[in-house]
């Protein structure tokens, strides 16, 4: 919109801009630098950065500009259901470990799912202190998983190991108890 001539106003409730890229995505992945290289341009083309606003009256956004578009973050975490105990939620454990607060959660994680952002919580669990060995429980097998071929090889090469047919079922003691999957025909 503003290289098209347009004056624009963007306001974010936290105070730094770049939502669930800054706070969940591991810098091995998207660095600080590229969010804030992208922001930069934006300046350059006359946006005005409003952070720590929080909208809560759009009719008053309406009252004082032309037109309003709203980019609101979809984040709605997944939770994996477990018979008994209870999982960390792989976008609260990303923005744990990005800002530091994420403790050793034990020598040996298991990660359950298929796509990047699995492949992101493995990846980020590796490098914790203490942690000697991650894995990717998928209920599928390993060429159905949708994260990235490219994510996969580099999670692979870094030590994650994956376990494929796998469901999990039960957290107890430090112990995760799953279920064999069987692939059946295509529905």
Same mark, same amino acid.
């Given at each position: ?78 939770? %994996? ?28 994680i298991v990660v359950a799912g298929g796509g990047n952002s699995a492949v992101d ?43 494929? %047919? ?22």
């Open positions: 919109l503003a290289r098209r001539g347009w004056q624009v106003a963007v306001f974010e409730r936290e105070a730094d801009f770049g939502g669930l890229v800054r706070r969940v995505i591991p810098a091995f992945r998207i660095a600080d630098g590229m969010i804030d290289a992208d922001l930069a341009l934006l300046k350059s083309w006359g946006v005005e950065l409003k952070p720590n606003h929080e909208v809560e009256d759009i009719g008053a956004l309406l009252r004082n500009h032309d037109a309003v578009l709203l980019t609101i973050g979809a984040e709605q975490p997944g939770r %994996l259901k477990l018979k008994s105990g209870q999982a960390m939620n792989a976008l609260d454990f990303l923005a744990a470990c990005k800002s530091g607060n994420m403790l050793p959660p034990g020598k040996q919580a493995a990846r980020a669990a590796l490098r914790l202190p203490g942690v000697e060995r991650v894995s990717i429980a998928y209920r599928r097998d390993l060429r159905q998983m949708p994260a990235a071929e490219e994510e996969l090889k580099l999670a692979q090469a870094e030590g994650v190991r994956f376990l494929p %047919l796998l469901q999990p079922l039960s957290l107890s003691g430090g112990q995760l108890s799953c279920g064999r999957m069987r692939l059946g025909p295509a529905d």
